[in-house]
């Protein structure tokens, strides 16, 4: 059904471009598709059949634990595998013997395939027979029908996933049992087994544990040179800025009170996260039934700067804020000045963002200044938060034990100055009339998304990218010339959204010639990131962290400069009051700023707590985030395009939002796609935080040798 469905947009789509003229009016998606009733109850049976069969393969390897101790009476009598029975065998007989396990291997694949092709064939054969007697013109072919009808296969579905948990909490109850009774029959055979039998065994085994090198054993003690230049030994590199180690480890020598501070700013923005962008997901499915409810609290027009807000105030400004508490102490060699500002400045911004979600769905905000909807006592918090980690930070940065300033430390606090003088300017009153609030409507636009978000994380990633390669950043020299040139040009620009507006023609020009000027800082940055890459481009694929930052290099270029096209007047005729600006939006704040983030969180998360993300879930994340973005964005830029010279021809706007239909089914399953790996994001969170209660065999044998002893 998806598949027709997939297909039925992009037949629409070519034929409204084909022929704009004769586009009919528009009618409802899910209406012009006709689904048939054997497709949805075949679908919903699919669906839950592999569901099942998707359960009892994770839980494959769970019973294969349990029964491997709770049949070890069996495996005693029938013998043990050794390894001197391998040391006997010759090659040919190892080579019969894989090729027996193998057989046996691909047999089991095809009595699998024989066992779901039975499970389907009822069902293909029922949905044949109900085909017959119902049609897809009966009221089981309408939209509510199938609305309900799905709506009641999701408990189902989230049955079976209770049920799925249930049974693998017992399982892992069973499996400690069995350890457990594992380690008492070790924990017996030791007690009975005399000293002098495994005493020389016991002494070799405790030798080879407590061997260490010591740390020059290696290296020597000379100092490293590099008269070729192959290695690139940098020796007046004053701030150690890159790790040791290849693979994230837990670090003793971070203050709890600052890990614990990150963390809960990083589990916060997590949750903002998926409220904002559940509220997004719902605003697309808007999209396509745009009738689906009529309470006024959850209408498009209020929940849309719920979305943006959440996302912007709430995920992006927590993550990035909570991540700086580590950068700027750790490049200043110092600690931080105040854990208790820290979080007053935690609670400010939740609270903010918190009352203005409410304030917004209940119709009271700002106007229609975009991404300022929040009122001013709303807003208030999150000044005074900003101000209090400003504070914080240049206290720490004054009290720093090195000579230099990171250039990190450039970034975060120049861009929280620009974001309290933008904050202040947007909503003091004094020079909002008339086309005033215009232009500082474009300034604060766009001066937020430059300036605080774009300055903020690039100044994370200048220390975070270095620490995951290992390697020292490419180039200062570019760094420096990538952040003046953005504080000279960004601060310009805000008004190319509006041009060919009543405002003076010189300001729009002036903002048209930053937005050209914009080149400048964005070819420095992404050349010192993708150079800081060489020699090193073999570790993306060993890492689950670079891949996020290689994404986000990549959108920081195509989409700032994507941005630099849309300001000159003969595209911005076309493009703008399109959702081409949404694409755009998207392509900057989700493929920059939330991948930056997200490779971030990844580097750091694990050094405070211990444990590392799930790879699999790792992945899952990564690839529909980007591939629910490339759907979400590139239709929507086409079609955008096509839409605007519509415009320019003449044709009615009504003519436009029918020919739009198909780019916003799209939208919506883009968007989905990006929501679901939001869920496996805050997944691989509560896994990194979470602590682990996992049995450890070894520390019970020793607690049984010693109970063992008490009572003898």
């Known amino acids: 059904m998806v598949t027709q469905l997939l297909f039925n947009s992009w037949n629409h789509a070519i034929l409204l471009i084909g022929d704009v003229d004769s586009q009919l009016p528009y009618r409802s998606a899910l209406h012009d598709l006709k689904i048939g009733s054997r497709q949805l109850f075949f679908l919903i049976l699919l669906i839950i059949v592999l569901f099942i069969l998707l359960m009892a393969f994770l839980l494959k390897d769970r019973v294969r634990d349990v029964s491997r101790f709770l049949l070890r009476d069996k495996e005693t ?4 595998y050794s390894k001197k029975y391998v040391n006997h065998l010759n090659a040919g007989q190892i080579r019969r013997i894989i090729k027996y396990k193998k057989s046996q291997q691909s047999g089991q694949k095809l009595l699998l395939l024989f066992i779901v092709g039975l499970v389907m064939l009822p069902f293909a054969t029922v949905a044949q027979q109900v085909d017959k007697q119902i049609t897809a013109d009966s009221m089981w072919g309408r939209g509510g029908i199938i609305i309900t009808i799905i709506l009641l296969a999701i408990p189902v579905l989230f049955a079976i996933i209770l049920l799925f948990i249930k049974i693998r909490r017992k399982l892992t109850k069973l499996d400690i049992l069995a350890r457990q009774n594992e380690a008492k029959r070790i ?25 260490r090198l010591e740390p020059n054993q290696l290296s020597g003690t000379e100092l490293a040179r590099d ?10 590199l004053e701030i150690a800025i890159v790790s040791r180690k290849k693979k994230a480890s837990y670090r003793p020598n971070i203050a709890p009170q600052l890990s614990n501070l990150v963390i809960w700013f990083l589990g916060t923005a997590t949750f903002w996260l998926l409220f904002g962008t559940t509220v997004g997901e719902y605003l697309g499915i808007k999209f396509v039934s745009p009738d689906m409810e009529q309470i006024s609290w959850l209408s498009f027009g209020r929940l849309r700067p719920v979305h943006t807000n959440a996302v912007f105030w709430g995920w992006a400004s927590l993550a990035m804020i909570g991540l700086a508490y580590y950068v700027v102490p750790r490049v200043s060699n110092t600690k931080l000045y105040s854990i208790r500002w820290g979080w007053s400045s935690l609670v400010l911004i939740n609270l903010s963002v918190m009352s203005g979600s409410v304030t917004l769905m ?9 991404y300022r909807e929040y009122i001013w006592p709303v807003m208030l918090p999150f000044a005074a938060a900003l101000i209090l980690t400003l504070i914080n930070f240049y206290q720490t940065i004054g009290s720093r034990a090195t000579r230099e300033v990171y250039i990190s430390n450039w970034y975060i606090v120049s861009a929280i100055i620009f974001t309290i003088v933008i904050v202040l300017v947007a909503y003091l009153p004094f020079w909002q009339h008339g086309l005033g609030e215009t232009i500082v409507q474009g300034y604060y636009m766009h001066q937020g998304v430059g300036m605080w978000f774009m300055l903020f994380t690039l100044g994370l990633v200048y220390y975070y990218l270095p620490q ?25 620009i805000g008004s190319h959204h509006f041009v060919f507006s009543s405002i003076p023609w010189w300001l729009q020009t002036v903002a048209i010639v930053g937005s050209a000027g914009m080149a400048i800082p964005v070819f420095a940055g992404t050349t010192n990131f993708l150079m800081t890459f060489k020699g090193a481009w073999y570790k993306v694929g060993e890492s689950y962290t670079l891949p996020f930052f290689l994404v986000g290099i990549i959108f920081y270029f195509t989409g700032s400069m994507q941005g630099t096209a849309e300001a000159f007047r003969e595209t911005n005729l076309i493009w703008h009051f399109t959702d081409f600006t949404v694409a755009h939006s998207h392509l900057t704040m989700y493929g920059i700023i939330c991948f930056f983030l997200w490779a971030c969180i990844y580097t750091i998360m694990p050094r405070f707590t211990g444990n590392e993300p799930p790879q699999l879930t790792v992945g899952a994340h990564f690839w529909l985030a980007l591939l629910g973005l490339m759907f979400y964005t590139i239709p929507l830029m086409y079609g955008s395009t096509l839409k605007g010279i519509m415009w320019m021809d003449g044709k009615p706007f009504i003519d436009g939002i ?15 796609l990006m929501w679901i790996s939001h869920l496996f994001f805050a997944y691989n969170m509560y896994k990194m935080i979470a602590v682990r209660d996992e049995f450890d065999i070894g520390e019970e044998i020793v607690r049984q040798l010693e109970d063992n002893k008490t009572k003898s």
């Open 468 to 492: 995951q390669l290992n390697k020292p950043i490419y180039s200062y020299s570019l760094g420096i010339l990538a952040f003046w040139t953005q504080i000279l040009f960004y601060t310009l």
């Open 77 to 80: 009598k029938l013998g043990r």
């Open 187 to 211: 924990a017996g055979i030791l007690t009975q087994t005399k000293l002098e039998e495994m005493e020389a065994d016991l002494l070799v085994r405790q030798q080879a544990e407590e061997y």
């Open 362 to 370: 209940a119709g009271i905000n700002n106007g229609g200044g975009e």
């Open 658 to 672: 029918v020919f739009m239909a198909p780019y916003w089914l799209w939208r919506a399953i883009g968007g989905s």
């Open 227 to 236: 008269d070729k230049g192959i290695i690139n030994v940098n020796e007046e």
